[in-house]
């Protein structure tokens, strides 16, 4: 068993709120320089882990996330997968869902924990969420048992709660409480100690390599139904050139209008080679295509379900099997398949 001193935990500062402090000067919010960290969290010095920081430069607003930066976050923790026992990501809470997704299926074979936190108000506020969630996201990245992690998965830990990465979704722009996990329970709970649901954590089978994918293919849309939605939208974006994956946001349990222009067309975009995934719009629940007849005649079309999974895990998984494979039969297989727990 190692002490404490021993367990070593890489932070990747990626930007977000959470880095943030006022310029003394002008009093406007500016990212704080990352090395000086503890000054900001003084708890960090009590910690007796070996931690390690290290900093995007330039640092990044969470919607200027893209494929380019999840290799680059990927290659960080690949170069530094042998040194290190646990990787913390702190990243903007508005696409945290995205990237935990996204590296949850570059990082196959994964026996670590990289836990992805950040905050709503900056760390230099008073008020600020940002220590509570880095502080707990760390104890929780250094968590061992019999020697080996106990969350050796990609996870977010927000405001007391640790969730599957590509299994959460942001749902507030106000509230601490800003994320949630629909269809699968938390991994670990925190109150006054850490309660960790060792039954629902997934733990690799075999002593497997780290394999890291890094190609994206991001020719790919989401198209969200709505009562009354016409044709030229429809047609515009599956006649989008190179476009080779389309998710549909369908409504309820995977429902959509039967008017036979739509149907004709989306079998039309599929016979052609494209993969259209449906996925619901609802906040929690299932697509279960053939329930209704708004449903089977999609199915009969060819368009893949969605099952249960979030938007944001729909949209990285897509662009990740389209970067991956070049075959529409292993990528449509892959869509069913649960690759990193992501659909139930
Ligand atoms: N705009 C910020 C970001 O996502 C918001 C945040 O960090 O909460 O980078």
Redesign the pocket.
Known sequence: MKNKKEISILIIYT????G?VHDPVTGSLIPIDFRHISDHVPELRKFGYDLHSISFDPV??????DPGVWVKMSEIIEENYNKFDGFVVL??????AYTASALSFMLENLRKPVILT???LPIGLLRTDGKENLITAIEIAAAKENGGPVVPEVCIYFDNKLTRGNRTTKMS?EHFD?FYSPNYPPLAEVGLHLKYFNNLISYPEKDQKLIIHKVFDTNVAILKLFPGINRKLVQAIIKTEGLRGLIIETFGSGNAPTYQWFLDDLKHYIDNGGIILNVTQCHGGSVEMGLYETSRQMLSAGVVSGKDITSEASVTKLMHLLGRYSSREKIVQSLNNSLAGEIS
């Open positions: 930007g977000g709120t959470i943030m990044k607003d969470s919607s200027n996330i990243h903007g809470t508005d696409t945290m950040g905050s709503q722009a800003a």
